[in-house]
């Protein structure tokens, strides 16, 4: 039983990789960013320059749109996450792993809540 156990424990570290990678490269080929989402009407109104816009995104290491540069980040945020640095909500300007912490416990409290109900 240990055996299987522990062959299930492997294998899920491979899958988890694997959906992280898909992910990660889902999400950095999408055709707009958060920045440029967050900044378009500053930039229409001329408040800041293309320039600045791309020293943000150089900043949080999503400028290189190239395939070493997605390599590159990917692993950089991957290694960041074993570290436990789970990077700046954009959304919030907040530390990734607070605004987890802060909004865990409703998550929990569904969980619970539905596995009463099916017992």
């Given at each position: ?37 967050k ?56 530390p ?24």
């Open positions: 039983m240990l055996k299987y156990i522990l062959k299930r424990l492997f294998i899920s570290v491979f899958v988890l990789l694997g959906v992280s990678i898909i992910i990660y490269t889902l999400v950095r080929m999408m055709p707009n960013d958060y920045l440029d989402i900044f378009s009407s500053q930039l229409q109104q001329g408040t800041i320059t293309q320039e600045q816009l791309a020293e943000f995104k150089n900043q949080y290491g999503i400028g290189d749109t190239s395939f070493k540069g997605l390599v590159n980040g990917y692993f950089t945020w991957l290694g960041n996450m074993l570290q436990g640095d789970m990077g700046t909500s954009f959304k919030y300007e907040k990734v792993a607070e605004v987890i912490g802060d909004n865990m416990w409703v998550s929990f409290a569904i969980g619970v809540i539905a596995t009463i109900l099916q017992f």
